[in-house]
């Protein structure tokens, strides 16, 4: 077992394209058995996005899956606190591409708090299966997806204080399912 | 809240989605009905929030999360061999398709490559577990339009299925069988699991294919209930995410064991230059729910072709990869007949200790019966998953739902959710 990661070679010629098209941004990029990831900063995410789905040099028609990741006490160092990562692929070409963002939260995380920090564009209007994904990771970790056209909670119901998958959670949760309000034909 | 639609505001359904309303007289008088999640055609626990138009959806509304359990919390806190009884978990319809899957992730992540023997035993029970799902939803299909006589033909067989999980792991439903770099045990008697495996795949699933096909395919009923209903179009299906049978019955050319091949799908499997194994990827253009039903059964037989070019050759040797890769836990055998043995098993069971992956993260999938189901590892260079994301199938397939659902009769969503063969366990985690 290699204890030390293969040398990361950046040759993805998806990367190419992107630096060229957009001069001016900062991106940054990551390697790991042959999967390119491209870091991009969380305003410049959907440009980005929109640029590897329409332009037929990369032409990205498919939106495999959106991931959330929580890094709070990652050992490596991280750009930021939680990850986004949009899992994109090429039917044409049988090309996969991820294209992560990071964010940091400005409020306390260990409620269900509204963080204006914790907010990207969403990639509905690009895929429109990133959906049900993206109401995920907003259930889960709590960030929101600008225009996205129906941001509720996807598993957890609607009112349920926190969001479970941040690394601030406990594994056998705050009590909720003990403390879970009891419905019977007396008390209606 | 229990009776809530999705609000007003924000997406409106485009006109693709109510194109079968267009002989429809609205007659305005819309009422609300509950669908599930306590339903027998809801396979387990699904909920509709359906408007209708007289018996006519004019709006679906799914709502999930009835069986969801943390499974992607607990990848947190149970080591790489351990989730694999997790994963198993997610689809009970072909468990062992999901460990697979599972660990074909875990291995990219530590840059392991299995041995052949593993391969190729690896390989026929996906394909097992391919036509195990595939018979449970083409019977399911049946059953949950009134042919009662299918779902038995169909689930008759799938009991073999299970007899071949016991036979290799000891356990009938759940075999959390793989483990890393490995499984958890080589065959018990490989002349017997050979005798199995051919039984299954030459008499008892021809057998019960011949007969689901002569009850359903050219069925008077079966295909008025079926042809047209749910219909997906090639560009919706690449828009919506949807892979798997249904994305290719609608005509969409997508196969991960043909576009990232993996076990003994991809070339030279054995260092020796073997070549992958050869199959069809069927595929139809009419995207209702009839083509997704013929889409599956020619699967069963493509996979019942693949078992049977590797049945014949399963390469001797080890089944796990070697000892000094110090990944796979050593055999009963040698953990108490010595010392090497013994100290390898501590090294991996004790809490301090454990594997040591890179830090990095990676992205494995497969093509399991219901789609790409993919397994996103973040290692923080321990022994446990610092994230595990899972693509599940079903639960991308299943935002469909509404819109295949709306403009059709009520009586169609049973049709609609059959063909889709969602697993809730996989939907919910």
Request: hydrophobic share 40%; net charge negative; glycine share 6%.
């Given at each position: 077992m290699p204890d030390t990661p293969p040398v990361n070679i950046l040759d993805h010629p998806t990367l190419k394209v992107v630096r060229d098209a957009f001069p001016g941004k900062r991106l940054r990029a990551t390697e790991f058995r042959g999967q390119s990831t491209l870091i991009v900063e969380p305003a410049d995410l959907h440009e980005v996005l929109a640029f590897l789905r329409n332009d037929p040099r990369c032409g990205?028609?498919?939106?495999?899956d959106v991931a959330g990741i929580d890094y709070l006490n990652y050992p490596a160092a991280t750009i930021g606190r939680f990850a986004v990562v949009y899992n994109l692929a090429c039917h044409a070409r049988d090309d996969r591409f991820f294209v992560k963002v990071f964010l940091n939260p400005?409020?306390?995380?260990?409620?269900n708090a509204d963080d204006p920090a914790l907010c990207v564009d969403s990639a509905c209007d690009l895929w429109p299966g990133a959906e049900w994904p993206e109401r995920e990771v907003f259930d889960m970790f709590g960030i929101r997806f600008r225009n996205h056209p129906d941001l509720r909670r996807?598993?957890?119901?609607?009112?349920?204080?926190?969001?479970?998958?941040?690394?601030?959670?406990?594994?056998?949760?705050?009590?909720e399912r003990e403390q879970y309000r009891v419905v019977d034909r007396a008390s209606q | 809240m229990p009776f809530t639609l999705k609000p007003e505001q924000g997406w409106t359904v485009d006109a693709d989605t109510t194109r079968?309303?267009?002989?429809h007289v609205d007659t305005g008088d819309r009422w609300v009905l509950n669908f599930g999640p306590?339903?027998?055609?809801?396979?387990?626990t699904l909920r509709l929030v359906l408007e209708l138009d007289g018996e006519r959806i004019a709006r679906c509304t799914p709502h999930i999360g009835?069986?969801?359990?943390?499974f992607e919390k607990l990848a947190e806190h149970l080591d790489y061999n351990q989730y694999v009884a997790i994963a198993s978990r997610?689809?009970?319809?072909?468990?062992i398709a999901n460990d697979i899957c599972w660990h074909h992730a875990v291995e990219k992540l530590f840059g392991i490559d299995i041995t052949p023997r593993c391969k190729v035993l690896r390989t026929i029970m996906a394909e097992v577990a391919r036509i195990q799902d595939h018979l449970l939803c083409v019977g399911a299909a049946g059953l949950d339009l009134n042919a009662f006589t299918g779902f038995i033909y169909a689930f008759n067989v799938r009991e073999k299925t299970y007899d071949l999980y016991d036979f290799i792991?000891?356990?009938?439903?759940?075999?959390?069988?793989?483990?890393?770099?490995?499984?958890?045990?080589?065959?018990?008697?490989e002349e017997m699991f050979k005798t199995l495996v051919r039984k299954l795949i030459d008499e008892e699933v021809p057998a019960a294919l011949r007969d689901l096909e002569t009850l359903l395919n050219r069925n008077r009923i079966f295909m008025d209930r079926t042809r047209g209903v749910g219909l997906l179009t090639h560009d919706e299906c690449v828009a919506w995410s949807i892979t798997g049978p249904i994305a290719r019955a609608s005509g969409?050319?997508?196969?991960v064991r043909k576009?990232?091949?993996?076990?003994?799908?991809?070339?030279?499997w054995d260092g020796q230059g073997a070549e992958a194994v050869t199959f069809q990827v069927p595929i139809c253009t009419d995207g209702d729910t009839y083509a997704r039903y013929l889409v599956r059964l020619e699967e069963i037989r493509q996979s019942c072709s693949i078992v049977r070019q590797l049945i014949g050759r399963?390469?001797?040797?080890?089944?796990?990869?070697?000892?000094?890769?110090?990944?796979t836990k050593p055999r009963k055998t040698d953990v108490y007949g010595s010392i090497e043995g013994l100290i390898q098993h501590f090294e991996l069971v004790m809490s301090n200790r454990g594997w040591k992956p890179p830090v990095a993260e990676c992205y494995g999938a497969n093509e399991t019966a219901n789609g790409e189901l993919g397994f996103f590892i973040v290692s923080?260079?321990?022994?446990?998953?610092w994230r595990a994301k899972c693509r599940p199938p079903s639960f991308i397939n299943y935002q469909t739902i509404a819109k295949m659902c709306?403009?059709?009769?009520?009586?169609d969503i049973v049709a609609c959710i059959g063909s889709l063969n969602v697993v809730a366990a996989e939907l919910d985690r």
């Amino acid at each position: 077992m290699p204890d030390t990661p293969p040398v990361n070679i950046l040759d993805h010629p998806t990367l190419k394209v992107v630096r060229d098209a957009f001069p001016g941004k900062r991106l940054r990029a990551t390697e790991f058995r042959g999967q390119s990831t491209l870091i991009v900063e969380p305003a410049d995410l959907h440009e980005v996005l929109a640029f590897l789905r329409n332009d037929p040099r990369c032409g990205y028609n498919f939106l495999s899956d959106v991931a959330g990741i929580d890094y709070l006490n990652y050992p490596a160092a991280t750009i930021g606190r939680f990850a986004v990562v949009y899992n994109l692929a090429c039917h044409a070409r049988d090309d996969r591409f991820f294209v992560k963002v990071f964010l940091n939260p400005s409020l306390p995380t260990d409620g269900n708090a509204d963080d204006p920090a914790l907010c990207v564009d969403s990639a509905c209007d690009l895929w429109p299966g990133a959906e049900w994904p993206e109401r995920e990771v907003f259930d889960m970790f709590g960030i929101r997806f600008r225009n996205h056209p129906d941001l509720r909670r996807v598993l957890l119901w609607e009112d349920y204080p926190a969001h479970p998958l941040r690394k601030d959670y406990p594994l056998r949760g705050r009590g909720e399912r003990e403390q879970y309000r009891v419905v019977d034909r007396a008390s209606q | 809240m229990p009776f809530t639609l999705k609000p007003e505001q924000g997406w409106t359904v485009d006109a693709d989605t109510t194109r079968y309303l267009a002989s429809h007289v609205d007659t305005g008088d819309r009422w609300v009905l509950n669908f599930g999640p306590q339903h027998p055609a809801t396979h387990t626990t699904l909920r509709l929030v359906l408007e209708l138009d007289g018996e006519r959806i004019a709006r679906c509304t799914p709502h999930i999360g009835y069986l969801h359990s943390g499974f992607e919390k607990l990848a947190e806190h149970l080591d790489y061999n351990q989730y694999v009884a997790i994963a198993s978990r997610m689809n009970y319809l072909s468990p062992i398709a999901n460990d697979i899957c599972w660990h074909h992730a875990v291995e990219k992540l530590f840059g392991i490559d299995i041995t052949p023997r593993c391969k190729v035993l690896r390989t026929i029970m996906a394909e097992v577990a391919r036509i195990q799902d595939h018979l449970l939803c083409v019977g399911a299909a049946g059953l949950d339009l009134n042919a009662f006589t299918g779902f038995i033909y169909a689930f008759n067989v799938r009991e073999k299925t299970y007899d071949l999980y016991d036979f290799i792991s000891g356990q009938r439903y759940h075999p959390d069988w793989t483990r890393v770099g490995g499984a958890m045990q080589d065959l018990p008697d490989e002349e017997m699991f050979k005798t199995l495996v051919r039984k299954l795949i030459d008499e008892e699933v021809p057998a019960a294919l011949r007969d689901l096909e002569t009850l359903l395919n050219r069925n008077r009923i079966f295909m008025d209930r079926t042809r047209g209903v749910g219909l997906l179009t090639h560009d919706e299906c690449v828009a919506w995410s949807i892979t798997g049978p249904i994305a290719r019955a609608s005509g969409v050319k997508r196969d991960v064991r043909k576009d990232e091949p993996y076990l003994c799908y991809a070339d030279n499997w054995d260092g020796q230059g073997a070549e992958a194994v050869t199959f069809q990827v069927p595929i139809c253009t009419d995207g209702d729910t009839y083509a997704r039903y013929l889409v599956r059964l020619e699967e069963i037989r493509q996979s019942c072709s693949i078992v049977r070019q590797l049945i014949g050759r399963i390469p001797a040797g080890p089944l796990d990869v070697f000892a000094d890769a110090k990944v796979t836990k050593p055999r009963k055998t040698d953990v108490y007949g010595s010392i090497e043995g013994l100290i390898q098993h501590f090294e991996l069971v004790m809490s301090n200790r454990g594997w040591k992956p890179p830090v990095a993260e990676c992205y494995g999938a497969n093509e399991t019966a219901n789609g790409e189901l993919g397994f996103f590892i973040v290692s923080d260079g321990g022994p446990r998953a610092w994230r595990a994301k899972c693509r599940p199938p079903s639960f991308i397939n299943y935002q469909t739902i509404a819109k295949m659902c709306e403009g059709h009769l009520l009586s169609d969503i049973v049709a609609c959710i059959g063909s889709l063969n969602v697993v809730a366990a996989e939907l919910d985690r």
